[in-house]
């Protein structure tokens, strides 16, 4: 059994995806998983196992570490995600619970969850892992999320950035 070995964490559009492939394509002997906090987890895996091609925003493949491990392990994490409600994490416990099927892997495992940031220090004192958070300036990243969502009507940068305040920040104030 290893361990979590490696987190890298940011807030969306930081560059986290950016470093995530270069220290995948640099270390050898770990699993790197991609958002493995992301809400739609189990429907992102499943299309990209369905389509067989690369993300388009990203050109790589993302989700291809999570459908190489046997089902029972892929069904146990499911199942405990702890953000399907796309509210953010909750309960450390239910976090720790699920990192622990993660623990269970028989390589060293780097995480690139992107919705961790409150938790650095309870996974850090669990788990050990080195931690790369990594911080970008708010103004480049709004310019990046309009240069992505620019012609989608679903997703505006004012809509994201709404969203992760109203989830992440107001809930700490009441």
């Known amino acids: 059994i290893m361990t979590i070995k490696i987190i890298i964490n940011g807030y969306f559009r930081s560059g986290t995806t950016f470093v995530w492939r270069l220290v995948k394509d640099s270390i050898k002997g770990h699993i790197c998983f991609y958002e493995p906090?992301?809400?739609?987890?189990a429907r992102e895996i499943l299309e990209e196992k369905k389509k067989k091609e690369k993300h388009?925003?990203?050109n790589m493949?993302?989700?291809?570490?999570?459908?190489?491990?046997?089902?029972?392990?892929?069904?146990?994490?499911?199942?405990?995600?702890?953000n399907l409600d796309q509210k953010g994490i909750d309960s450390d416990l239910a976090l720790i619970q699920y990192l622990d099927v993660f623990q269970t892997l028989p390589s060293k495992v780097l995480l690139?969850?992107?919705r961790m940031h409150f938790h650095l220090g309870l996974v850090k004192k669990k788990y050990?892992?080195?931690?790369?958070?990594?911080?970008?300036?708010?103004?480049?990243?709004?310019?990046s999320m309009e240069e992505m969502y620019l012609n989608s009507s679903q997703s505006s940068p004012q809509r994201i950035i709404k969203?992760?305040?109203?989830?992440?920040?107001?809930?700490?104030?009441?």
Do not use: C, G, M
Not at 70 to 78: I, K, Y
């Open 163 to 174: 969203s992760t305040l109203k989830n992440w920040v107001f809930p700490l104030a009441s």
């Open 61 to 82: 493949t993302l989700w291809e570490e999570y459908n190489k491990l046997p089902e029972e392990t892929l069904a146990e994490l499911l199942r405990n995600h702890p």
């Open 112 to 114: 690139q969850p992107n």
């Open 56 to 58: 388009k925003i990203h």
């Open 37 to 41: 906090l992301h809400p739609d987890l």
């Open 128 to 143: 050990n892992p080195k931690i790369i958070h990594i911080i970008r300036h708010p103004l480049d990243v709004y310019r």
